[in-house]
């Protein structure tokens, strides 16, 4: 930013609080553009399903759950994943810091958490000298009651997400990509809100965060879809979460 460039900075935002405001304030006096690599929110899936919460499909939500595992150590083949930035606290690993996509899903989805309690511990040797697994009771400002589990353990991978209202409920799952709805006849009948098919790539959304960035940088775009303050707000979750793993204690926000 001093050097006068633009900046796209990969998730985490950083591994601890100090000097964010600095950093926001120096991106809004220079006029910059700052944009964090939380790439699920350049996921279709997941915009329907904001899009549909906002539209009040599932009537007003009252619980939410999401959930991701994967064993570390396959997450890079041919290397021990004690020396990877994933298993080193120095080095801003962690399963609160490298997965809090899930923290920001929340937060994009269902606005900000009023407090929260976390139990967060190291439950096996896949990391070195940091968290394996974490869980996450969350209160949004809404009334909605969250749940967030992280883990570095599982070895097939899951990813699912699920929110529950008044009126039905919406679903994901990594398996299929497939996003569905249920009435409040207790989900008798499932219907598709959006499905790849056999479309489906990874790719898709990178592609989509980078032309976001770029059409930022051009003046095509006036959003910025995943901004500094919004990841700042993701680490402060995560900076939460460890202070209630830590003490024991609820943690407001």
Known sequence: M???????????????????ETLEATVSSRRKIGIVGYNFRFYRPLSILRTALQAGRIGTPQIAEFRVGQFLPDWRKGRSSHDTVSAQRALGGGALLELSHELDILRWTLGEAEYLVAIAGRVSDVTLDTEDVADLILTMRTGVRATIHLDFLQRKKERRWRVAGTKGAVEWCWDDHVLRISDENGGVETRALFDYGEGFSADEMYREEIAHFIDLIEGRCPDNRSPISEARRTLQLVSAARRSALTGQVVFL
């Not at 001093?2 to 964010?20: M, Q, R, T, W, Y």
Request: glycine letters at 6%; aromatic letters at 6%; a negative charge.
């Open 2 to 20: 001093d050097a006068g460039c633009h900046l796209f900075i990969e998730k985490p935002l950083s591994v601890s609080d100090d000097n964010l």
